[in-house]
């Protein structure tokens, strides 16, 4: 709390709040016995990529401390269509397409092709990452 009040962030704790399936399975599978403190912190989707890179540098010395700092889930998602996909399926292509972008983009250090990845990065409106969206289940 006090690196992002350093930052200029408005943050505020939860303490009652548990952890999404987002944080959960992966920790469960990297930690099974819960011997760890974990906090989460949410993605705010009505602020953008530029938010969300100011926030990751506020809390970036944790590292310099030992702190693991795990960003979990995916860079498509768009409910409604993966749901018409068998588990066993081969991705659809936009969706394999903006996962290499994204995968070279972030690999070879494009900030500014990532802050401004609606417009970059291809069929980024179709994979509904969450930062472009204010309706992230129903929106076409």
């Given at each position: 709390?006090?690196?992002?009040?350093?930052a200029g962030f408005k943050a505020q704790t939860h303490p009652a709040r548990g952890l999404d399936h987002g944080a959960w399975v992966p920790l469960m599978l990297m930690y099974p016995?819960?011997?760890?403190?974990?906090?989460?912190?949410?993605?705010?989707?009505e602020l953008d990529a530029q938010h969300?890179?100011?926030?990751?540098?506020a809390l970036a010395p944790l590292r310099e401390n030992g702190v693991l700092i795990l960003g979990s889930g995916g860079a498509t998602h768009k409910?409604?269509?993966?749901?018409?996909?068998?588990?066993?399926?081969?991705?659809?292509?936009y969706a394999m397409e903006f996962d290499?972008?994204?995968?070279?983009?972030?690999?070879?250090?494009?900030?500014?092709a990532l802050l401004n990845y609606q417009n970059e990065g291809p069929s980024a409106s179709r994979n509904h990452p969450y930062l472009s969206i204010s309706c992230p289940f129903l929106c076409p």
């Open positions: 709390m006090s690196l992002l009040s350093q016995e819960a011997d760890i403190p974990v906090i989460r912190l949410s993605v705010q989707t969300h890179l100011e926030l990751g540098r409910l409604p269509e993966i749901y018409n996909y068998d588990v066993d399926s081969v991705p659809p292509d290499a972008w994204l995968k070279e983009a972030i690999t070879t250090g494009q900030e500014v």
